[in-house]
């Protein structure tokens, strides 16, 4: 019972928070999100050939497109074993089957939802309902996802370092990738090492900062103590990042088939850690407009034509549409569940 009222207090703030204020400064957000992926999109379907772009979508080889979908069911798999590993550390055992339930209705309210990130503040609400905190469930996702982030754009160091790279034609993409892998080491640094100048660094900087600020920042650092020279959990969520983010770029090697486009595994792993760094920019609706515009200029630096460029990310949206109606139908069954 006292999970339930819990959660009816967390439901009934939450419509509070929506009948605020702050609803039409949400509203103006949305509609500026809205004009910059209309110009964006605009902008690269006057910039490529509409034509071919279809006709790029048209010929696309189905098989491939269905091996790609199901990728994203093993790559829901090795989330939903990471996110078990981080929940355990506050004590929160729960199954991986039900993560994987968990993630696919993220899936689902990422496309929902107009942001690239309604599918972790789903995912936080999952962790509160556990029980682990307002803190604790922010803290498990900021995690959660900088594993990720670390794995793949250390993928995008290897390629570097495997491919005879030609630096004044791939400037932006080296860049990208050296200056993400540096921070994320830092923020790595911060989150498990457990005294460190960084950690230090950080705190002298907040404490600067209005009071309000500040006790945020302590709630939510107070939350990461559970990893603080935990390595143990460090190498597992690496492990399992690490299997997630090669699923991740093979994905997108099989849309880059689909359509005919010959690239190596190398060329992918250069190319997808940056984009998705870039795609994680709040700037547009779920990505429209700057998808295009991302995969275009950046698989052209390997020459790939602006034409297939869109034809490769709109597969891609397609593909992540597909799977977020399926996380749907899971969030639907699992409503009727609740209510049985």
Known sequence: M???????????DAEE???APSGSRNTRLFLVKLLISA?????VLYTTD????????????????????????????FTAIRWGVLLREFRADISTRYLFRC?????????????????????IYD?????????????????????????????????????SIVFDDNLLIIFIVLCGIIALFLIGAWIFAPSNPVSKLIERMVDKLPSIFGKIFNKFNGALESYRGNYAVLGKGLTYSVLLQLNVIVFYSFIGRSIGIDLTFIDYMLVIPVASVILLLPITINGIGLREGVFAMLLATRGVTGEEGVAFALLSFALFLTFGMIGGLVFLASKHHERE
């Open 127 to 163: 962790n509160w309902r556990l029980g682990i905190g307002k803190a604790a469930s922010v803290a498990v996702i900021v995690v959660d996802r900088l594993l990720g982030l670390f794995a793949l754009l250390a993928f995008g160091v290897f390629a570097i370092y495997l491919t």
């Open 103 to 123: 993630w696919m209705i993220a899936c689902f309210f990422n496309q929902l939802l107009p942001s690239t990130i309604g599918g972790d503040a789903r995912r």
């Open 39 to 43: 110009l964006l999109f605009s902008t």
């Open 2 to 12: 006292a999970g339930k009222t819990e959660s009816t207090a967390f439901s009934r």
């Open 50 to 77: 509409a034509t071919t772009v279809l006709q790029s979508l048209s010929q696309a080889n189905s098989l491939w497109l269905v091996a790609a979908l199901a990728l994203n069911f093993v790559g829901s798999f």
């Open 17 to 19: 928070e929506m009948e």
